[in-house]
């Protein structure tokens, strides 16, 4: 078997597609899919707790279409309001942080 630092690349994953685990139970790897702990981390790792978190500034422009994107959240360098709550577009002045309704971006 080659080592892991011979072995192909990939650049896309299906839920299918198995890794190597090391079950400290068993003793030994199994082979564990995607799916599997995918499943398994969403069960036992829903409470991510974090001090801080960084978002990459961008300007307003930059942002996706809020529709469809409904929570997402982003930094932008130009809004043009600072109001909590108010829906921003780009062109202005303030350092705000943004959210996505679902229709369109809001200061918050």
């Given at each position: 078997m080659p080592?892991?630092?011979?072995?192909?690349?990939?650049t896309q994953?299906?839920?299918?597609d198995?890794?190597p685990l090391?079950?400290?139970?068993?003793?030994?790897?199994?082979?564990c899919?995607?799916?599997?702990m995918i499943?398994?981390?969403?069960?036992?790792?829903s409470?991510?707790?974090?001090?801080?978190?960084q978002t990459?500034?961008?300007?307003?422009?930059?942002?996706?279409n809020?529709?469809g994107?409904?929570?997402?959240r982003?930094?932008v360098t130009?809004?043009?309001?600072a109001?909590?709550g108010?829906?921003?577009?780009?062109?202005?002045?303030?350092?705000?942080?943004?959210y996505?309704?679902?229709?369109?971006w809001?200061?918050?």
């Amino acid at each position: 078997m080659p080592a892991i630092n011979q072995l192909p690349t990939v650049t896309q994953v299906s839920g299918g597609d198995q890794f190597p685990l090391y079950v400290t139970s068993q003793g030994d790897a199994r082979r564990c899919s995607v799916t599997t702990m995918i499943t398994y981390m969403e069960a036992n790792f829903s409470n991510v707790v974090a001090s801080t978190v960084q978002t990459t500034p961008s300007t307003f422009a930059q942002l996706p279409n809020p529709v469809g994107n409904t929570g997402a959240r982003a930094f932008v360098t130009d809004g043009s309001t600072a109001t909590f709550g108010a829906t921003v577009a780009g062109g202005g002045s303030n350092f705000v942080p943004v959210y996505s309704n679902g229709t369109v971006w809001k200061v918050g």
